[in-house]
């Protein structure tokens, strides 16, 4: 933050080579970096209620910042964020979610305990002031929330827009919930698709398999340009999601759908897919990498491996690992951008295309 930002820019591009190079991956090409903006890009923000704060942890400690306002939330957030602010929540500790739809709708994800929520439910007035202006998810089973006209009642969870993809230049929206996995970033998700899709011009109608589809975001730019995607997800929501997304198409694009097929299950365990029958593997893995998603490459003759392989991610340290693994099956990378999601912090999303080598 202390920095100017084409500083920070800088330094995110240096701090990425410093890391292919610390695991000896050689990697001589250039870093294209892309910005949405200095600032104001969260659409989404994830906060700890502790003890009356509400803000996020200090790096390795116990002790929660208090957060009133934050450089990274857009306009929108920043007054979702004062309004919830006003509440002092009766409960000694929780997490909540704050995001605003591509509509400017606002949702709320409260995540206490259940004696907690079964305060809260009771006590009515907070809920009754934030219910007009918030949808509202409660616990780990996300229930909606809702005033029957005497008393809050909780009912099953409904996906709703709350993000957005692109197919080309076709605007998709993406059902969810407020609690679901999203990119941070409505505007820096653009900028991402674009990347892919433009990669995906040059790959002629690949059939690809997707490591941790989520809701779709970066299912559906590949599925535009793909012959067959094989979406492999460990959420059974997000797949709700995705499933309903699908179903509301625009009519343009509705025959895509039975290009794709849904595969539920914990990939980083053990892969049922051969990769022999697929030309492109797309992965945007948990900060944990892929795991032994990745073992079954070593298994097959170098020209049964896909060619390509896109693998996207925001923790440059399991992106490196992986690397590693993949150049052992005979990868090297073709392109490596960053699109600076979380400007104002030290974080960033890196984008890379590997292509096997031809033999
Ligand atoms: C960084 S998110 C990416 C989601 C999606 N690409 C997007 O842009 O919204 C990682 C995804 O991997 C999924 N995931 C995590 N562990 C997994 C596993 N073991 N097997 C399959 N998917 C997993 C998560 O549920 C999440 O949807």
Redesign the pocket.
């Known amino acids: 933050m202390e920095l100017p930002y084409e500083e920070q820019l800088k330094l995110k591009s240096d701090q990425l080579r410093a890391h292919f190079q610390d695991a000896q991956f050689p990697y001589l090409g250039d870093i294209e970096v892309h910005s949405a903006g200095s600032a104001g890009l969260r659409d989404r923000l994830d906060f700890s209620w502790v003890g009356g704060k509400l803000g996020l942890y200090k790096k390795q400690s116990h002790e929660l910042v208090d957060i009133e306002t934050c450089l990274q939330l857009s306009p929108a957030l920043q007054q979702a964020l004062s309004e919830i602010r006003k509440v002092s929540w009766p409960a000694n500790k929780g997490s909540l979610r704050v995001r605003v739809g591509p509509q400017g709708q606002k949702g709320l994800w409260l995540d206490f305990s259940n004696i907690d929520i079964k305060n809260l439910l009771e006590e009515k007035t907070i809920l009754k002031k934030l219910i007009p202006q918030f949808t509202i998810e409660i616990g780990q089973r996300r229930k909606i929330l809702f005033w029957t006209g005497q008393e809050f009642k909780l009912r099953d969870p409904q996906p709703q827009a709350w993000f957005q993809t692109w197919m080309g230049e076709q605007v998709v929206n993406l059902y969810c919930q407020v609690a679901s ?3 941070p970033s409505i505007q820096a998700n653009k900028i991402i698709c674009d990347i892919i899709s433009e990669w995906l011009e040059g790959i002629d109608q690949p059939r690809v398999i997707e ?5 779709g ?2 299912t559906l730019p590949v599925l535009a340009k793909a012959k067959h995607v094989t979406a ?4 059974q929501l ?1 797949l709700d999601g995705l499933q309903m997304t699908l179903q509301h198409l625009p009519t343009s694009l509705c025959e895509l759908k039975e290009r794709i097929s849904i595969h539920r ?5 053990k892969l049922m897919q051969d990769f022999s029958q697929f030309d492109l593997v797309l992965a ?3 900060r944990s990498g892929l795991m032994n998603f990745l073992n079954p490459l070593k298994e097959l003759l170098p020209h049964q491996r896909p060619r390509y392989f896109i693998y ?1 991610s ?1 923790f440059p340290e399991s992106l490196v690992a992986d690397s590693l693994k993949l150049r052992e099956s005979g990868y090297s990378i073709r392109q490596l951008h960053i699109v600076d999601q979380f400007p104002q912090s030290a974080h960033y999303e890196v984008l890379s295309l590997f292509e096997r080598e031809q033999l």
């Open positions: 996995f999203t990119q490591f941790g589809s989520g809701i975001n970066l492999c997800e460990i959420d997000s299950g914990d990939f980083q365990k945007n893995p948990p996207m925001c």
